[in-house]
């Protein structure tokens, strides 16, 4: 007796790898990658324009300077906008923090969207 072979889909609606296939998974995974690559890229940049965007609204809403919290915001927004600090000196404290800080976060957003965008044109 021999072992029968089926050549009907086992599991309708799921495609079946076949290793001796020219069109092997390849792409599909380059692909998934590309969009796990685009939404890290996506969510480091968001956090960065986050941080930067909380320490300009508890700086104009006047927050405790002496707060951990408040210190911990100002120290990572300043790491963050360590290329931008001084581009505008402005008489107005408030408006100088705006651009200062302003500036690299949408900065930010725009180039990492755009290469999360990018990456997933791949």
Request: proline share 5%.
């Amino acid at each position: 007796m021999g072992i029968l072979v089926s050549s009907t889909d086992p599991v309708p609606g799921y495609q079946t790898y076949d290793p001796h296939q020219s069109g092997s998974p390849r792409p599909v995974r380059s692909q998934a990658a590309a969009r796990r690559g685009a939404l890290a890229v996506c969510t480091i940049v968001d956090l960065a324009a986050g941080f930067l965007v909380l320490w300009v609204l508890l700086y104009l809403l006047d927050a405790n300077q002496a707060n951990v919290f408040v210190e911990f915001v100002r120290g990572t927004a300043a790491l963050l906008a360590w290329w931008s600090q001084d581009i505008f000196t402005m008489d107005t404290e408030g408006l100088r923090v705006v651009l200062n800080y302003g500036l690299p976060a949408a900065m930010y957003l725009l180039i990492g969207h755009g290469i999360a965008a990018r990456l997933n044109r791949i």
